[in-house]
């Protein structure tokens, strides 16, 4: 690919997300005008492109918002401390970085072989709140994108019983902040595209110890199989997730199955007892396998 043709897909590219993280900013009202956003960082693609693309959408905003990036040093060994606070002093943008050895706490409690994710997030979380506080931050960014909100949905599916994702607004563990997911709509795979573009400074994710058998990466390579074997397949998947019809589920919560009633007023109630026939891409419907 010559330099022209690789200005011109990193060029379309930068401009599909950033309007990808309006979009979901606008849909769920994430950020408004006064807000001060707290962007974690955790040296990873992923809360590199939200910081890179919430500072080239603060710019062109309908709302006036402040910025602050924050990063927690774990204590990892082999972390490389200085490589975030270089970053960020380059960019010229506020910063907190905070340091807790909550890597020998886990280390300590959880027996070897065990999933350390558990602990260590709540630990984490637990820094973030306190920060944000400290720092008067309205709302809490993380870099969480669709894949992992669509592995979210899988994981607590095949192992929680739930119906259940990763929602891109949401009020904190402590109930005093508002945490919001700017890449919900963004995929992994076009994040891995932009850091390669932008040249971010990658801190390895693996400085706990590679855990390669944990269920998220079986359910990512679930979906990666499917991506590749099925175009379109994921995107469906996360669509449904805005799809919701609570008649045609089982959750009396949500939907009260007593009032169901006959005929017009099960129109009025959206508890019809087929669905209509779904259709492929170019709007032909798709006959049942099980027909014949």
């Known amino acids: 690919m010559d330099q022209q043709k690789q200005i011109y897909e990193a060029n379309k590219l930068a401009k599909r997300l950033r309007r990808l993280v309006g979009q979901a900013i606008s849909d769920f009202d994430m950020i408004r005008d006064g807000d001060k956003v707290m962007v974690c960082l955790s040296g990873g693609k992923d809360s590199y492109g939200l910081l890179d693309l919430l ?21 990892h060994p082999g972390y490389p401390a200085q490589v975030l606070p ?9 910063f907190r970085i905070a340091t807790q050895d909550t890597h020998s706490v ?12 558990g602990l260590c997030s709540r630990l984490r979380r637990g820094v973030i709140y306190r920060v944000a506080k400290e720092l008067g931050a309205t709302k809490i960014a993380l870099g969480h994108h669709r894949d992992d909100i669509l592995e979210t949905f899988f994981l607590n599916l095949f192992f929680a019983a739930k119906l259940k994702a990763m929602p891109p607004k949401l009020v904190s563990d ?25 040249r971010f400074p990658i801190i390895p994710c693996d400085l706990c110890g590679a855990q390669a058998n ?16 099925f175009p379109g397949r994921v995107e469906s998947l996360f669509n449904s997730l805005g799809n919701v019809h609570p008649s045609h589920l089982l959750d009396r919560s949500l939907f009260d199955f007593a009032a169901v009633r006959t005929q017009e007023e099960a129109y009025a109630l959206g508890d019809t007892v087929f669905d209509e026939e779904p259709v492929d891409a170019a709007g032909i419907a798709l006959r049942r396998q099980d027909a014949a």
């Open 214 to 229: 944990l269920q998220r990466q079986q359910v990512k390579a679930m979906l990666r199989d499917w991506d590749k074997r």
């Open 174 to 198: 402590d109930g005093q902040h508002i945490v919001i997911r700017p890449l919900a709509y963004v995929s992994e795979h076009d994040l891995t595209r932009y850091a390669q573009v932008k």
């Open 55 to 75: 500072l080239c959408l603060r710019g062109h905003s309908p709302a006036k918002f402040d910025l602050v990036a924050f990063n927690l040093d774990q204590k």
């Open 106 to 117: 886990v280390k300590r409690v959880i027996p070897e072989g065990k999933t350390m994710c």
């Open 86 to 94: 270089d970053y960020l002093s380059a960019l010229g943008i506020p």
